[in-house]
């Protein structure tokens, strides 16, 4: 009689444990689905707290120490139709801790910051510990995207094609038509740099495609000479991250900012 009484209570807690375990399988799911963390557009930063298994993801209540000099970058899909992207850079002497509250816009619990004036028009800006003045500086910035076949290539079948002047004709458009994309696309990503250094004036930067991938050499004319390296730090970074299919020719693009 004990031996099945144990048994049954063996049984009732393992069943007990699973079903606990599918229940906070999907809130598990989704609070870690939401915010993707760019480690490879990002430098000096030591993530803690993060209780995704993925760990580029984060969830709430993660936090990033983000040490002199470094940059934080991460993405929020809110909706097929919305994703946000904020950029941080840590200018000052020490390093900067900063807590994620949610995986939704601002982001970041500014309760567990000192120093700072708030988010206006997209922007925070935190005084440093040794009084420097926008020592932490974050840019939010909002990104539409595009619905499934917007902007679709036409491509002109062999059997619509008369002669070999049509079929260069269509080769040459399709080719245009899938650069601007990539302009369309990266335009955003490259201006967030743009912003979270306050440069004013145009940025113009060139570089060259090949194998789906950017090649080595950037170009990039900054009016300010003071910023320009650490915004060519984070251009690069968003060029040679950003994903180009179907550019396997070498392909040069020209863009200003």
């Known amino acids: 009689m004990n031996i099945n009484f144990y048994k ?78 904020m950029i941080c850079q840590n ?24 120093n700072c004036q708030g988010w206006a028009n997209n922007k925070l800006s935190c005084s440093g510990s040794q009084a420097e003045k926008s020592a932490l500086y974050c840019v939010l910035s909002r ?39 990539v302009i369309d696309d990266i335009a955003p990503e490259l201006k967030i740099c743009k912003d979270l250094y306050q440069i004013a004036g145009k940025v113009e930067v060139d570089w060259t495609v090949e194998n789906n991938q950017a090649q080595e050499t950037i170009n990039i004319i900054s009016p300010e000479k003071n910023d320009q390296g650490v915004l060519s730090e984070c251009v690069e970074s968003v060029i040679t991250t950003f994903s180009y299919p179907g550019i396997n020719r070498k392909t040069s693009f020209n863009m200003t900012l």
């Open 143 to 181: 990104k539409r995207i595009k619905a499934a076949g917007e902007k679709k290539i036409e491509r002109t079948t062999s059997v619509k094609m008369r002669d070999i002047t049509q079929m260069l004709k269509a080769k040459k458009e399709i080719a245009e038509q899938r650069n601007q994309t």
């Open 91 to 114: 200018s000052g002497s020490g390093s900067v801790n900063l807590e994620f509250s949610g995986t939704t816009p601002p982001f970041l619990n500014l309760a567990s910051l000192t």
């Open 8 to 85: 049954t209570n063996y049984v009732f807690r393992r069943s007990l444990i699973c079903v606990l375990l599918l229940l906070a399988a999907p809130v598990f799911a989704m609070e870690c689905g939401d915010l993707q963390l760019y480690s490879d557009r990002s430098s000096g930063i030591q993530v803690q707290g993060n209780n995704c298994t993925d760990s580029s993801f984060l969830s709430e209540g993660a936090r990033i120490n983000v040490a002199s000099k470094g940059r934080l970058w991460v993405r929020s899909i809110q909706d097929s139709n919305n994703a946000y992207q």
